[in-house]
């Protein structure tokens, strides 16, 4: 029999599991704290509800089939149209309507590094509200999350297409929709070709080598956001206001690290206002951790074209990447172990205890003497061996081994559990 899994999909073991349990743990516990509520949108839906957000290009990019019914059907590829087709279908809530949504989503990419066809997503949405308060709060949420987790080095890298799209039609004459377009989808690939290959690539388009550049270099506009907001609005483009705005809400808020970046236009048919991406500076090999941004289009798609959309997705998968680069404080953890047989009751009450305590802990099996205890606490990461004998017993003491060093000391029966947890 071939246990190999399908390409692109894999087990995610007890060491990265840890990593996910932790970062869900933080965004449950940060969702609670930003009144966002909880929920899961379903994990199928009808093909023509995940085609609304990009129309049937999607297809090659999910996996779809047709049921016993002979129904179109699709696993999600994100929480974002699920949680929005649920919102719409509620005329009933009162906004500002905000939800958070953990869950694995499925995509047919091509497999590669930090990128699974199966993998994990954290979500949180504000709908309803138009204003730029709105994003602010997903971004003032994202950067404190990372925060929270450890990630001392994210920035938030923001753009705005009304800018972009502005300077296209006003400074460089554009009036073509679909010309506009593609000059906008040159722009969010700066990150992974030349200047010289995309001036190539879209003049074969149609647009002018010089009209290019000139966007181009337009979009390598970044820094400090009071100071990009207000070059922005030196040079006349009115759409710029909401960037303005942007900049004193997050100052206000206490958001640091953000940098305003006008390459930064994400999912071209899909967002229609403020965008942004986290990146993680110590791994750039990873790419965005998280990003998001306003996106009124799909709730006007869905027939709620009064319901404003906002919101920020992060990939599992990549964050616990970031988080396995560095170290982490050391949970507590004691292996207990016996020397005969007959302690094992002995040696079970402190399991219990330390269990009861919240410290991570298991017990030897009594068909193994106590080194091969000791090395199976080593193998399984533990840092201490709680040793129950039967001469410390009897002097009312238990053996604590410190696995790290290999240093032991006796420890009074009835206070060894104050002393781990003073340790």
């Excluded at 839906?45 to 957000?53: G, N």
């Excluded at 590094?113 to 308060?133: I, L, M």
């Excluded at 990009?228 to 009115?238: D, P, T, W």
């Excluded at 020397?339 to 009594?366: F, K, N, P, Q, Y």
Aim: hydrophobic content about 40%; charged content about 30%; overall charge neutral.
């Amino acid at each position: 029999m071939d246990l190999s899994l399908p390409r692109g999909i894999r087990d995610v073991e007890p060491q990265e599991f840890e990593l996910h349990q932790r970062i869900r743990t933080v965004f449950e516990e940060l969702t609670a704290a930003y009144n966002f509520k909880p929920m899961e949108p379903a994990p199928l839906e009808t093909l023509s509800v995940l085609r609304a957000k990009s129309g049937t290009q999607v297809d090659e990019q999910i996996y779809h089939f047709r049921d016993k019914a002979d129904r179109e059907i699709g696993l999600r590829f994100d929480l974002t149209v699920g949680m929005t087709r649920y919102v719409v279908g509620r005329k009933g809530m009162k906004p500002p309507i905000k939800l958070a949504s953990y869950g694995g989503v499925w995509r047919y990419d091509e497999p590669q590094h930090a990128r699974y066809r199966w993998f994990y997503q954290w979500d949180v949405e504000v709908f309803g509200d138009q204003t730029v308060d709105s994003d602010a709060e997903v971004m003032d949420f994202s950067y404190n999350l990372f925060k929270r987790l450890g990630l001392s080095e994210v920035k938030l890298h923001v753009g705005d297409r009304r800018v972009v799209e502005e300077y296209i039609r006003s400074v460089l004459g554009v009036s073509s929709d679909e010309k506009a377009l593609e000059m906008m989808r040159a722009l969010d690939k700066v990150a992974k070709k030349t200047q010289g290959e995309l001036i190539a690539e879209y003049v074969s388009k149609g647009v002018g080598a010089e009209e290019m550049r000139k966007l181009l270099e337009f979009g390598s506009t970044r820094g400090a956001p009071a100071a990009v907001a207000g070059r922005l609005g030196e040079e006349g483009l009115k759409s710029a206001q909401g960037l303005s705005e942007l900049s004193d809400i997050l100052r206000d808020r206490g958001v640091a690290n953000v940098e305003y970046d006008l390459s930064i236009v994400r999912g071209i048919d899909y967002y229609t206002a403020i965008v942004f991406e986290v990146k993680d500076g110590a791994r750039p090999d990873l790419g965005s951790l998280c990003g998001g941004g306003r996106y009124d289009a799909l709730p006007r798609i869905f027939g709620r074209p009064e319901l404003a959309a906002t919101g920020a997705a992060g990939g599992v998968e990549r964050i616990a990447l970031s988080l396995s680069s560095f170290a982490k404080a050391e949970p507590k953890s004691v292996y207990v172990a016996f020397t005969e047989a007959g302690l094992v009751r002995e040696a079970l009450e402190s399991l219990s205890e330390l269990r009861g305590a919240g410290i991570r802990s298991d017990i030897g099996i009594r068909s193994k003497n106590l080194r091969r205890q000791l090395e199976d606490a080593s193998a399984t990461n533990f840092r201490w061996v709680l040793i129950v004998g039967r001469k410390e017993l009897e002097s009312g003491s238990l053996l604590l081994k410190d696995l790290r060093d290999g240093s032991e000391r006796l420890v009074p029966r009835n206070q060894y559990l104050e002393t781990i947890l003073s340790m």
